[in-house]
Nanobody
Framework: QVQPFESGGGLVQTGDSLKLACEINTRILSPHTVGWFRQAPGKEREFVAAVNAPRGDTRVAAFAQDRFAISRDGAMKVVTLIIRDLKPDDAAIYYC?????????????????WGQGTQVIVSS
């Protein structure tokens, strides 16, 4: 069973940077996608960024292109999301998920395996 585990969330100040990590409990040898999503209270879960294997192609949501960056290690067991210049609107639970296809989907329901999430709180 594939299990992602997120870490790196916490309380930060507006303007800070934050590095979130998604560690997957097993190396997945077949093509797949690891995506980051976020969900703020009372809002829908929204796509942030994704990276696929084996090519390492990435997709970043339009709102995230200026301040968010996604990267992976070579085995894609750890996928990192860096957020710069944090804003109060970035406060959310950030989730990592795995899709068994390498399509860089932005649709949450197309991802099979989900982590428990890591909470980001932004104080102004």
């Amino acid at each position: 069973q594939v299990q992602p585990f997120e870490s790196g969330g916490g309380l930060v100040q507006t303007g800070d940077s934050l590095k979130l990590a998604c560690e997957i409990n097993t190396r997945i040898l077949s093509p797949h996608t690891v995506g980051w999503f976020r969900q703020a209270p009372g809002k829908e879960r929204e796509f942030v960024a994704a990276v696929n294997a084996p090519r390492g192609d990435t997709r970043v949501a339009a709102f995230a292109q200026d301040r968010f960056a996604i990267s992976r290690d070579g085995a894609m067991k750890v996928v990192t999301l860096i957020i710069r210049d944090l804003k109060p609107d970035d406060a959310a639970i950030y989730y990592c998920a795995v899709d068994s296809r390498n399509f860089l989907s932005e649709v949450p329901s197309e991802y099979t395996f989900w982590g428990q999430g890591t909470q980001v709180i932004v104080s102004s």
